[in-house]
């Protein structure tokens, strides 16, 4: 089999270039012919696998649920935490106003 980088030319690339919008100079298109060239080797390569017995998975870990259990608890004290608020108005904080509100 040809490698790919063989495959793909330098009109390939700049005709995929041309279609993205991007002006490349003569430079930049051989040196991306060739760095595209490889990527599509390492595909072909990764495609190549026979992964047939391996079991599709999420995480190549076998982790499960790796946080803390969801346990209540208690919370602040309403009175406690608004006696600290700067301003407070009927059990709830009290903020200037916003969106031209009149005060």
Do not use: C, K, Y
């Amino acid at each position: 089999m040809q490698p790919m980088a063989d495959r793909i030319t330098r009109d390939d690339v700049a005709h995929v270039a041309w279609l993205a919008r991007l002006q490349l100079t003569e430079d930049e298109l051989d040196r991306f012919t060739g760095q595209l060239g490889a990527v599509l080797d390492h595909a072909a390569d990764v495609e190549a696998l026979d992964v047939g017995d391996v079991p599709p998975t999420a995480h190549p870990l076998p982790l499960e649920n790796v946080l803390r259990a969801d346990t209540p608890r208690p919370g602040l004290d309403r009175d406690v935490v608004l006696g600290m608020a700067p301003s407070a108005e009927d059990g709830r904080f009290r903020v200037p106003p916003v969106l031209g509100e009149a005060p």
